[in-house]
C-alpha cells in the first residue's frame, strides 16, 4: 500500500464520521480527498464522490431506520424527485469543464459554511410532525437532485433544513430521513456520470470500506457533541476547505465570476448571521402610560 493510497483511506473515515454525525458533508469531503489526495480528475473524483456517499448513506439510513427515525413517505417523494433531477445534473456535468465545476464545488461549500454558522432562526422546527406537502416535496427534491449530479454533492445539508422547516421533522428524524434520499440521489447521479467517466473501482470500493467504518464512529458520537458547537464548527472547517479548493483551481474569468459570487453570497450570509442579530429586528415594546390621578 502506497503513502497516498494509506493516507486517503485514512482521510475517508471523516467522510463516513460526517454522514453518520450530521447526515451530511460527505461530498464536501470525498471530492477534494479524491481530487487533490488521490489525484483523481475533478469529474472522475465527482463520479466516485457519488458512489462513495451513495453507498454510505444507504448503509448509515438502514441502522437509522431500525430506530424508527426514517420518515418513509416524504424520504421516498423527496428522493424520488432528486433522483430525476440528479441525473439529468450528472449528465449535463459532463459537458462542463472541470475547472468549472470545481470552483461551482467550493462556491457550494462556502456558501454552505455561511448557512451552517448562521444556524437556524427559531431553532428548528415546531408543531405537530407531519409529512411535507407533495407539490413542494417534489420541487424542492427535484431542485437538489440537479445540485447532487451536477457538481457531485449528496445535498445533506441542503436536504436536513429542508425537512426540518418546511417538513417540521424533528432533527434526529430529518438527518436519517435525509441520508435515505443522499443515498438515492447520489447512486442516481453516479448512474448519470457513467454515461462517460470510468472508475477506479478498486480505489472506490476502498474509499466507501473506510467511509462505512467512520458512519460507524460517526453514529456513535451523535448526541454526545452539543449541536451548536458541532455545526459552527464544521461549518469553519466547510469554510477552509471551500477556499482550499478554490486557491487550486488555475484562474480563468469563469472561475472568477463563481468564486467572486461565492465569496459575495457567503459575505451576506455571514452578515445576516453576525450584523442583523445585532441590530433591532423589533420595535421596542411600547412603555405603558403613566395613568394620572
Not at 483523481?40 to 431506520?65: D, K, R, W, Y
Not at 422547516?165 to 435525509?178: E, H, K
Request: charged share 10%; with cysteine; aromatic share 4%.
Amino acid at each position: 500500500m502506497t503513502i497516498t493510497l494509506a493516507v486517503t483511506l485514512l482521510l475517508s473515515v471523516l467522510i463516513g464520521v460526517s454522514l453518520g454525525l450530521m447526515g451530511g458533508g460527505g461530498s464536501i469531503l470525498t471530492v477534494p480527498i479524491l481530487a487533490y489526495v488521490a489525484g483523481m480528475e475533478p469529474q472522475q473524483a465527482i463520479s466516485t464522490s457519488l458512489f462513495v456517499v451513495g453507498v454510505t448513506s444507504l448503509f448509515s439510513a438502514v441502522n437509522h431506520a431500525r430506530k424508527g427515525r426514517v420518515k418513509w413517505k416524504t424520504g421516498l417523494l423527496f428522493g424520488a424527485a432528486g433522483m430525476a433531477g440528479a441525473f439529468a445534473g450528472g449528465t449535463v456535468g459532463n459537458l462542463i469543464p472541470g475547472t468549472v465545476l470545481m470552483v461551482a464545488f467550493a462556491a457550494m461549500m462556502l456558501a454552505t459554511s455561511a448557512a451552517m454558522i448562521r444556524g437556524r432562526r427559531g431553532g428548528g422546527a415546531a408543531g405537530p410532525v407531519g409529512d411535507m406537502p407533495i407539490p413542494r416535496t417534489l420541487a424542492v427534491g427535484m431542485a437538489v437532485g440537479m445540485l447532487t449530479g451536477l457538481v457531485g454533492a449528496g445535498g445533506g445539508f441542503l436536504i436536513v433544513p429542508a425537512l426540518a422547516l418546511l417538513g417540521g421533522l424533528p432533527m434526529a428524524t430529518a438527518v436519517a430521513t435525509s441520508l435515505l434520499v443522499i443515498a438515492m440521489n447520489s447512486l442516481a447521479g453516479f448512474a448519470g456520470h457513467l454515461t462517460s467517466v470510468q472508475l477506479d473501482w478498486p480505489l472506490a470500493l476502498g474509499v466507501t470500506a473506510a467511509a462505512i467504518i467512520g458512519s460507524l464512529a460517526g453514529a456513535r458520537l451523535a448526541g454526545r457533541i452539543p449541536e451548536t458547537a458541532l455545526r459552527k464548527g464544521f461549518g469553519i472547517f466547510v469554510l477552509v476547505m471551500g477556499v482550499l479548493v478554490l486557491v487550486q483551481e488555475p484562474p480563468s474569468p469563469a472561475n472568477l465570476v463563481a468564486g467572486y459570487t461565492a465569496l459575495v453570497l457567503a459575505g451576506l450570509l455571514a452578515t445576516c448571521r453576525f450584523v442583523i442579530p445585532v441590530c433591532p429586528l423589533r420595535r421596542p415594546a411600547a412603555t405603558p402610560p403613566l395613568h394620572r390621578h
